[in-house]
T-cell receptor, first 115, second 114 residues
Framework: AQTVTQSQPEMSVQEAETVTLSCTYD???????LFWYKQPPSRQMILVIR??????QNATENRFSVNFQKAAKSFSLKISDSQLGDTAMYFC????????????FGTGTRLQVFP | AAGVIQSPRHLIKEKRETATLKCYPI?????VYWYQQGPGQDPQFLIS???????DKGSIPDRFSAQQFSDYHSELNMSSLELGDSALYFC?????????????FGQGTRLTVV
């Protein structure tokens, strides 16, 4: 069975600074996807970034980038130039590939961006 | 662009009543997932459908049932409601194994059982 662990229940950062959220996972699969979802106070689940496990290059989406370490089963999210609108709960998630498989979520990290 | 539509957005029911939640996936998406998110918790997978057949089952109580119809919309039926069923219920859709596996989420249905 796959598990996803987020060891930081809460994080805070000042506006314009950089913050890194940690995520580790456990799986015996070789092909899979990893995701970071953002859930603002509206509770909408918004995809921030995704990484295919077979790709060595780290995914980047504007101010969001990941550090994917497959051997270490680590998948951290870096948010650069933090903005007030980044305040939200962030969930790391795992999904097997080549399958209509479910997302397995971590317990989330609540990020607060301060002015 | 069309998104995943869930209805109703809010629902208040009494204990032991029945509730039906509906999900309309993005056009051409053939896979639907249901998740339950309790207060302060991460989303928990309930059940999924691919091409109108159940594809996976998670921690869904026996009091709950779901199906996917010919137009690919899905309904989650919840009977004998309990206070602990109060949660945000998300539906997500994707193209499944034939295409991009990214799952798009609806805005959720907030169910309150009183």
């Amino acid at each position: 069975a796959q598990t996803v662990t987020q060891s930081q229940p809460e994080m805070s950062v000042q506006e314009a600074e950089t913050v890194t959220l940690s995520c580790t996972y456990d799986t015996s699969e070789s092909n899979y996807y990893l995701f970071w979802y953002k859930q603002p106070p509206s509770r909408q689940m918004i995809l921030v970034i995704r990484q295919e496990a077979y790709k060595q290059q780290n995914a980047t989406e504007n101010r969001f980038s990941v550090n994917f370490q497959k051997a270490a089963k680590s998948f951290s999210l870096k948010i650069s130039d933090s903005q007030l609108g980044d305040t939200a709960m962030y969930f790391c998630a795992f999904m097997k590939r080549y399958n209509t498989d479910k997302l397995i979520f971590g317990t989330g990290t609540r990020l607060q961006v301060f002015p | 662009a069309a998104g995943v539509i869930q209805s109703p957005r809010h629902l208040i029911k009494e204990k032991r009543e029945t509730a039906t939640l509906k999900c309309y996936p993005i056009p051409r998406h053939d896979t639907v997932y249901w998740y339950q998110q309790g207060p302060g918790q991460d989303p928990q997978f309930l059940i999924s459908f691919y091409e109108k057949m159940q594809s996976d089952k998670g921690s869904i109580p026996d009091r709950f049932s779901a199906q996917q119809f010919s137009d690919y919309h899905s309904e989650l039926n919840m009977s004998s409601l309990e206070l602990g069923d109060s949660a945000l219920y998300f539906c997500a859709s994707s193209l499944g194994p034939r295409g991009d596996t990214e799952a798009f989420f609806g805005q959720g249905t907030r169910l309150t059982v009183v």
